[in-house]
């Protein structure tokens, strides 16, 4: 045991040299500047013996951009805790001279209308873009490295590199994570280093450092761009169109080194071209392979990750005409870690991040030619596939809903796809597209690819495995009224993102009333802004019509009614606060003068109930899923300006529930929650409160008896579970069963209070779990339930449809003595983005209280 020991802290001591001499990262590119500081110099400590925190790496890459006259630095962004997102320029004197004339050179290539054949006046462009996941840190150390590396080399083939190229590094895709994961390793790091896979070192508290500021994983979010980070990275690409992005991750701690190619898409369709998967990867996988060979790395490829989701830092570049590249290095998660063929240390890690980083630069300037031709040709190419499309385009609009529209307009403007306003009223496949409120993109546009990504859906597939979701047609994660045209309508003016506005009626003064819809998107956040100001509010459980100032109007179940004469504020301070909440929220507020009303409930009638302030706790940490509840966070906090307590599950035991009249339970074990503890919150619902769970949270709740409600749960043929199968083919098998990511229809009663604000009884849904709510007993009490063919998006087996979805209910409502519970199978906030199902959620916070179960 002492010998072992021993031998474990030399081996310590070595990598801890090794780190910190420049010969075990690049001792190829020797001699280097010495006014030119490395790492090692600025930090004072060698990469690989710590992790770096974000300012140090943004100070660092700032001192090299004030020493060489061949860097620049630009903050393009910054993160929700105010970090600074930036990008390191790095290219010979001569082409930073001139960049905006290089890239004005460089844009024109990439124009549908320029045909190029010479790039010889032209350098290549490359992004390479590290750590958009905080715990995989190699990359950024790699980074700092890089950049040395390049501005400090004197060797003849790095001022090659600079002359021949470009070169964008993005060393911290993911600030706000990074510093998450970089504080707990170093405050956990042994002295000697630990190896143990147990010790805290490389076992992160909850939410861990993967996810950004608000726990959403942002190498998902580049196609529904949620999130600040996000949004600047698409800015920056669209003004830049490199011809290379990188995108470095780190995967389990006991496998090796992945590079391109991926596999293919498992759609028997896919969007990016074929030539992306083969020639370009192809191309630069010579280059991988011999620089890793050469360091004795090992390395898989064309396994595991799949080219199918568009909107990965790997993918997404691939639908502009820029070549993508996917890395995956085994995680040292930590500074030393075991592994079954020994420990796998920091430095090791970072230097085969180092090694590809430098081989994607040396195999885009020697593809040079292909990769500009392939550039040029990508929008042209489009434009031509659009031609011989039937489908000539995609009308689009929501008659009731202006923020949603102008929300899934912002997001098309986003990815560069044109869109136009329509010039008369369309009908097709039974639905009516007025011209005040719909829109028309045609296919026949350079971003033709992206136009199919956000309004096509798939059914069939080549593979049942996949990496990550297996739908994401944007149209239905909007619940966006949309259908194909094969003949373009008449339709004028483009839409920009400065037309894109909202326009309202002037608010004028009542001295009876006031009504608003709730049919817009951001009513949940008006009315909570009206709550906090001491508003009195009552909502419509039936519809009704009333005269307003100019016309008619009718009004659904929700509509808002403030009475001036209930109010506890004066007249004065409450028509400031409704003109307040009108013009923040661009939603119209309607003046009445009478109680009295032309058709259905008048104003003063029972089936108006007030409503109470929502004063909502969720729980976090332990076994609660980060995603989840961070995208309920960001969903309340970003979109509803509405504040959460977020009660660590660890506490729940001692935390006073009187507090609260909502608690949401998103995904989770809740292992924590022992007998009193769930006796606790059963109490505290029957006492007239509302509890809301999603997904697993949901079956939790029916397994440990909170309602009595129950699971579907289909019973196995005993002839099948004796079917004998290859063993080499498991994976494909339990892939098939799951339920990975797809969207599906439910049937939702829009007369029920989670209901309210929806026309159309059909709504699309994301499921990516095998929760199966059995129909509650109680008639009025499965709000939604799948139809009868509910497959609109993704892969699913037919087992799944014929043995679950027709038999589920996608929500249920159970009575708790004088509360409820509210039960989602599935989850309505997916990735923030779910904009169509947002409203399910938020009813359920806002209108709970007003639900009575018969």
């Known amino acids: 045991m002492k010998n072992t020991y021993r031998i474990f802290v030399i081996f310590t001591l070595l990598v801890s040299q090794l ?35 974000h300012d140090l790496v943004v100070a660092y890459m700032t001192k090299l951009a004030e020493l060489s006259e061949n860097a620049t630095i630009k903050i393009y962004g910054k993160t929700n805790e105010n970090r600074k997102l930036i990008n390191l320029t790095i290219s010979s004197l001569e082409n930073l001279k001139n960049i905006e004339s290089l890239k004005e050179k460089h844009l024109q290539v990439v124009s549908e ?61 993911n600030p706000d994570g990074r510093d998450r994961h970089t504080n707990w390793v170093n405050t956990f790091r042994g002295t000697p280093l ?52 990188t995108d470095f991750h780190e995967m389990g701690t006991n496998s090796t080194f992945f590079f391109e190619p991926k596999q293919l898409s498992a759609s028997l369709k896919p969007v990016t071209p074929v030539e992306n998967y083969t020639v370009l990867n192809n191309a630069f996988a010579k280059y991988f392979t011999a620089d890793l060979d050469k360091i004795k790395s090992l390395y898989f490829t ?26 995956e290095q085994a995680s040292s998660r930590g500074h030393i870690q075991e592994t079954p063929t020994g420990t796998i240390s920091f430095p090791f890690t970072i230097r085969n991040q180092f090694v590809a980083s430098f081989s994607t630069i040396k195999a885009a300037i020697s593809n040079k030619n292909l990769l500009y031709s392939y550039q040029n040709n990508f929008f042209k190419s489009s434009i031509e596939k659009a031609s011989k499309s039937k489908i000539k385009g995609y009308v689009f609009g929501d008659d009731y809903d202006k923020n949603r529209t102008k929300s899934f307009i912002d997001l098309l403007l986003k990815h560069q796809i044109k869109v136009y306003h329509l010039e008369e009223e369309v009908a097709t496949d039974n639905k009516k597209y007025h011209e005040n409120s719909s829109y028309y993109v045609p296919t026949k546009q350079p971003q033709y690819l ?89 909502t419509a459980t039936k519809p009704f019509e009333v005269s307003t100032e100019n016309s008619k109007k009718k009004f659904d179940r ?18 400031t606060a409704l003109k307040e909440v009108s013009e923040t929220y661009k939603i119209e507020v309607n003046a009445v003068e009478t109680g009295y009303s032309l058709q259905g409930i008048d104003l003063g009638s029972s089936n108006f109930v007030t409503l109470e302030m929502p004063k909502a706790m969720m729980l976090v940490e332990g076994g609660v899923s980060s995603y989840e509840a961070g995208e309920v966070w960001h969903l309340l906090e970003q979109r509803m300006q509405m504040p959460i307590s977020k009660v660590p599950e660890r506490i729940f035991y001692r935390t006073d529930l009187r507090k609260y009249n909502v608690i949401i339970m998103v995904s989770g074990y809740y292992n924590l929650l022992n007998a009193n503890s769930r006796q606790k919150l059963k109490d505290w619902v029957a006492a007239g409160n509302t509890l809301i769970t999603t997904r697993t949270a949901s079956s939790w709740a029916i397994r440990n008896k909170l309602v009595n409600e129950s699971l579907i749960v289909n019973k196995k043929d005993p002839k099948n579970s004796l079917e004998r199968l290859n063993y080499g083919e498991s994976r494909e098998h339990l892939g098939r069963n799951s339920i990975g990511g797809a969207i599906f229809e439910v049937d939702l009663d829009i007369t029920h209070p989670i209901g309210y604000g929806y026309h159309n009884r059909k709504l ?17 009490s499965t709000v939604a339930k799948y139809t009868e063919n509910p497959h609109i998006d993704g892969f699913v087996t037919n087992e799944n449809l014929q043995n679950y979805f027709t038999k589920s209910a996608s929500i249920i409502v159970h009575k708790t003595g004088k509360g409820r519970v509210i039960m989602f199978a599935d989850n309505p906030n997916f990735r923030g983005a779910w904009y169509g199902t947002n409203k399910l959620f938020m009813n359920s916070i806002f209108f709970g209280s007003i639900i009575r179960v018969p």
């Open 19 to 53: 780190s910190n001499g420049q010969s075990y990262y690049y001792s190829d590119y020797e001699p280097f500047n010495k006014n030119i500081p490395s790492p090692e110099e600025f930090l004072e400590y060698g990469i690989g013996d710590y992790h770096t925190r």
């Open 113 to 173: 209308k320029t045909d190029v054949k010479d790039f010889s006046d032209l350098p290549i462009f490359i992004n390479l873009g590290y750590n958009v996941h905080g715990n995989e840190p190699s990359s950024t150390e790699a980074a700092l490295l890089t950049a040395y590396v390049l501005l400090a080399s004197e060797n003849p083939k790095v001022k090659e590199y600079l002359k021949e190229a470009i070169i964008f590094i993005d060393p911290v895709i």
């Open 194 to 245: 630990i190896a143990d896979n147990d010790d805290i070192e490389h076992n992160e508290a909850w939410p861990r450092g993967r996810t950004n500021h608000y726990w959403f994983d942002l190498n998902r979010d580049l196609l529904l761009a949620v999130q600040p980070e996000s949004n600047a990275r698409l800015k920056w690409y669209h003004e830049w169109y490199p011809n290379v992005v």
């Open 302 to 327: 064309k396994e595991k990750y799949d080219a199918t989701y568009p909107g990965y830092g790997s993918t997404y570049g691939d639908l502009q005409g820029s070549l993508s590249l996917l890395f």
């Open 450 to 538: 992206m136009v199919r990504t956000m309004f096509e859906t798939y059914k069939k597939y080549r593979d049942s495995v996949f990496y990550d979701a297996s739908s994401w047609s944007m149209a239905n994660f909007y619940n966006m009224k949309y259908s194909e045209l094969k003949k373009a309508p008449n339709y004028k003016k483009q839409v920009s993102s400065e037309t894109n506005k909202i326009e309202i009626e002037k608010l004028t003064k009542s001295d009876y009333a006031y009504l608003i819809s709730w049919d817009d998107y951001y009513s949940p956040a008006l009315l909570h802004h009206l709550q906090e100001k001491g508003v009195i509010v009552k």
């Open 558 to 575: 929700g509509s808002l009614l403030i009475a001036v004469g209930v109010q506890k504020i004066t007249e004065e301070a409450l028509f």
């Open 764 to 780: 699309p849904v994301y499921k990516n779990n095998r929760v199966w709510l059995a129909p509650s007993k109680n008639k009025f």
